[in-house]
């Protein structure tokens, strides 16, 4: 082979190289991130998201579960990167029963306004006295549930802005109000069964009941229960969550949220 021959060989097969190299598929590294959520709002705005972060390097895994214990757990337990599902007053309590150490608040994205629901009562004040109350059993929405209770004077607390409240805190129970504690994602099933239920809005959008229109009355948009996307600490900072981040705090989101959601879900930020 002449050396003109040899030179014009190496040249096209450094030209393909280079073309092999900027348009193979794994010209880049992607980087995977496994995220915990409940299925509504939280799973269907990841999902919404997903065609971006893909676009930029981040293949966004989803994995819905239907309790606000697991996602926390397999998060502290190293399994899962990170969830989406839980407000602050929440994670507090997971930290204090669960020794849970390595979960960070990396970005607030919604708030999903409380409310109570009542399928034998069109207004509050048909509710009897002596009626039965369905609320969370956690004990930061179960304080939640109470604090609304008393901001529509059907009950007086020791501190009407703690959000741990108890029913060993009720101070004044006029119409004689008889609780029952269960867990969150029960409460839409019972809720023909008691006078009033005081339900999470996640569960309650699933149960096809619009906290805007269906509730006898709803939290305000000063609520501190942000819904959080939480990392674990050692990943926090990785790229990957700051592109997650970005986007789930992104005018097109807030735009999706508004429209989807019609008020029952509100951004917050």
Request: positive net charge; without cysteine.
């Amino acid at each position: 082979m002449s050396l003109n021959l040899k030179r014009r060989f190496t040249l096209i097969l450094a030209g393909s190289l280079t073309a092999a190299a900027v348009f193979s598929p794994v010209a880049f590294a992607v980087e995977t991130l496994n995220i915990a959520a409940s299925p509504v709002p939280h799973a269907e705005i990841l999902e919404f998201i997903k065609p971006q972060l893909a676009k930029e390097g981040v293949d966004l895994k989803v994995k819905v579960f239907t309790d606000y214990i697991q996602p926390a757990v397999q998060v502290n337990e190293k399994h899962l990167d990170g969830n989406f599902f839980l407000h602050q007053p929440y994670l507090n309590e997971f930290k204090k029963s669960h020794k849970n150490d390595i979960e960070v608040p990396i970005a607030k994205v919604h708030v999903e306004p409380f409310a109570a629901y009542s399928s034998k009562y069109k207004k509050l004040a048909d509710l009897p006295d002596g009626a039965t109350v369905a609320i969370p059993n956690d004990p930061s929405n179960s304080g939640r549930a109470l604090l609304l209770l008393a901001k529509q004077g059907l009950l007086k607390l020791k501190d009407p802005k703690n959000i741990s409240a108890t029913q060993k805190d009720i101070i004044e129970n006029p119409k004689k109000l008889k609780f029952k504690e269960l867990e969150a994602a029960t409460l839409p099933r019972v809720l023909n069964q008691v006078d009033l239920a005081l339900i999470n809005t996640n569960y309650a959008i699933e149960a096809k009941l619009n906290p805007v229109k269906d509730s006898l009355f709803i939290e305000d948009a000063n609520s501190p229960y942000a819904n959080l996307l939480v990392a674990r600490e050692d990943n926090k900072n990785s790229p990957a969550f700051k592109k997650l981040v970005a986007a789930l705090n992104s005018p097109e989101v807030k735009k999706f949220i508004e429209d989807k959601y019609k008020g029952a879900v509100v951004p917050a930020f």
